[in-house]
């Protein structure tokens, strides 16, 4: 028999020098940068490079954004029709695409995310969110939800560092559409492209006020959920923080929508065509490092086919191109931070205490910056923590079912109900799986497929409501039984 021939890859290295990032960002309030007191370093996660100094938000830069928002919103943009909003949103959404490779470029040396996928998946998803609800911006009123909906005001909104620009799209862009103004707040660990954005805003000539950016950490996040002045609160992050969010916002009249955890079921029948179920396993949770709520991150296999499915998925794993997110070859970047490199190792450790099994695919990891190998256990049984908490890593939980029915019971033991993925070649028994499941969102034979017209949430601890599609624009106006 012949010896396959194989080749290495050579390097395949974007340029960072399409980028310009500046020793030191302040606030984008009442459009304009304005400057912060004080600062904290942002780094690169694969190198620990220092990228920048990023501004930490107090009260009064909270209260100076709220400020201009309101302003915005009475005086302009709850003035301006649904036809010039949707051109800003277009304007957004074409100078998005016009400085794409800056903005994946960007993504990447902040977040560690493999510049394949920022520049394929997160930048055009972006700019296709701001496509999408441009086109809605004048049309409310056909969008099903009543003939009398109105903007809430000024919505605060807090996104996580796993996403960056497309949390930032996801939020912006209906609240925009459907007539809000924004006060936001980008992660402590990923703030660049959202001052990046901040740009883009003005270069478009949306109004002063419309768009707010405060950056900062977990308390200007609580500075923006309690402040008087914000009438909807549009969050995504963990269920702890969903948590004293919803709490801080029981009693006023905010309006509050929450995406949260997940620990989502990869479930595979024996009938399912197992080469195309490998590679969405492999999509489901080592896409971008496992750092993605739906992640697909409990595989739930059946019995008949668990050995042949485990073997084939480690000699896929083992393909997986782990290392610097700047090569185009890469697969698998760095860990965002490293509190979540430490928050993954001591998780996976309590995967070999508790009695499963490890293996991880062979590499070699960079000595600097934060990495952890894709990595799956067998023998994993419910009661396991792997098997309970979110890893946000690239970590695989591997169960096993003999029925179909002990296969759905096992996918809905969770306190999460985010996401979920069926494999089955049957019709019927897909249908069958999706109507037990209590996931938001179910993929059939593929996974992590996003689409902005494409409503996506969760039940139980995965949150409230819905983001995308015509259920995400109807969480930014009242009328519609969302108040
Ligand atoms: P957090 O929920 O702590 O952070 C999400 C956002 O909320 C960040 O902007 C954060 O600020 C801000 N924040 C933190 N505390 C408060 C508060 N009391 N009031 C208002 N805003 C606040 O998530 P982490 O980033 O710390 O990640 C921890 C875990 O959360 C992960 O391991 C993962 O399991 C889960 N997670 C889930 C995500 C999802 O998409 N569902 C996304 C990210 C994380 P800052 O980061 O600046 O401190």
Known sequence: METPVSFD???????????????????????????????????????EEVLSQIALAGKADVD?????????????????????????LFRIARIMQERSREFAVLETLDNGKPIRESRDVDVPLAAAHFFYHAGWAD?????????????????????????????????????????????????????LTALLFAEVCQQAELPAGVVNIVTGDGSTGALIVNHPGIDKIAFTGS?????????????????????????????????????????????????????????????ILQESVAEEVVEKLKKRMAKIRVGDPMDKNTDLGAINSKEQLLKIRDLSATGDTEGAERWSAPCDLPTK??????????GVTQSHRI?????????????????????????????????????????????????????????????????PTSPFGGYKESGWGREGGRHGLSAYLKGVGHE
């Open 387 to 451: 098997a309970r908490e979110e890893i946000f890593g690239p970590v695989l939980s591997v169960l096993t079912f003999r029925t179909p029915q002990e296969g759905i019971d096992k996918a809905n033991n969770t306190p999460f109900g985010l996401s979920a993925g069926i494999w089955s070649e049957k019709g019927s028994r897909i249908l069958w799986a999706s109507q037990q499941l209590r996931a938001g969102v179910i993929w059939a034979n593929t996974f992590n497929k996003f689409d």
């Open 9 to 47: 890859y050579a390097p395949a290295p974007e340029s960072r020098a399409v980028v310009s990032i500046k020793p030191k960002y302040g606030h984008f309030i009442g459009g304009k940068f304005v400057a912060g007191s004080k600062h904290f370093p942002t780094i690169n996660p694969a190198t």
């Open 239 to 299: 269920t702890e923080v969903g948590k004293i969010i919803a709490r801080a916002v029981a009693p006023t009249h905010k309006s509050v929508t929450l995406e949260l955890g997940g620990k989502a079921a990869n479930i595979i029948f024996e009938d399912a065509a197992i080469d195309e179920a490998i590679e969405g396993i492999v999509n489901g949770v080592f896409f971008n490092q496992g750092h993605v709520c739906c992640a697909g991150s409990r595989l």
């Open 139 to 191: 049309k409310l009123e056909f969008a099903g939800l009543g003939t009398s909906t109105k903007p809430h005001g000024v919505a605060g909104q807090i996104i996580p560092w796993n996403f960056p620009l497309l949390m930032l799209a996801w939020k912006v862009a209906p609240a925009l559409a459907a007539g809000n103004t924004v006060v936001l707040k980008p992660a402590e660990n990923t703030s």
């Open 369 to 378: 910056g934060f990495w952890f190998p894709p990595t799956i256990f067998t």
């Open 64 to 88: 100076a954004a709220v400020k201009a928002a309101r302003k915005a919103y009475t005086t302009t943009w709850s003035k301006m029709s649904g036809k010039e909003r949707g051109k800003y």
